[in-house]
């Protein structure tokens, strides 16, 4: 499956973004779904994760409550609603597809990545 992030940009601290996730190639209901963000000089780390149907749905503890998950598998689409942004959200973010039997943010579990879309908060 190949997969396009979009929706990223430069942002002021409290603001939001909302970022998507095309995938085409394969069936998208076929994957779990993960957003995936890496800071200059820090190793990648997991945001968020949406299972295959939708029906579950979990955070890194530094983005509950700010970040909401979602897909749409009629259009092939998983989106990142990011809300109250903080400089320290400043990141590449990463869209993923694991298998579908697999639900976490363990990032060696999935097979298929992005080519990232940069999120810049300022201060």
């Known amino acids: 499956v190949q997969l396009q992030a979009s929706g990223g940009g430069l942002v002021q601290a409290g603001g939001s973004l909302r970022l998507s996730c095309a995938a085409s190639?394969?069936?998208?209901?076929?994957?779990?779904m993960g957003w995936f963000r890496q800071a200059p000089g820090k190793e990648r780390e997991f945001v968020a994760v949406?299972?295959?149907?939708?029906?579950?749905?979990d955070y890194a503890d530094s983005v509950k409550g700010r970040f909401t998950i979602d897909r749409d598998n009629g259009k092939n689409t998983v989106y990142l609603q990011m809300s109250t942004l903080k400089p320290e959200d400043t990141a590449v973010y990463y869209c993923?597809?694991?298998?579908?039997?697999?639900?976490?943010?363990?990032?060696?579990?999935?097979?298929?990545w992005g080519q990232g879309t940069q999120v810049t908060v300022s201060s």
């Open positions: 993923a597809a694991g298998p579908r039997t697999y639900y976490g943010g363990n990032s060696d579990a999935y097979e298929y």
């Open positions: 190639g394969r069936t998208f209901s076929s994957f779990t």
């Open positions: 949406i299972s295959w149907s939708g029906g579950a749905t």
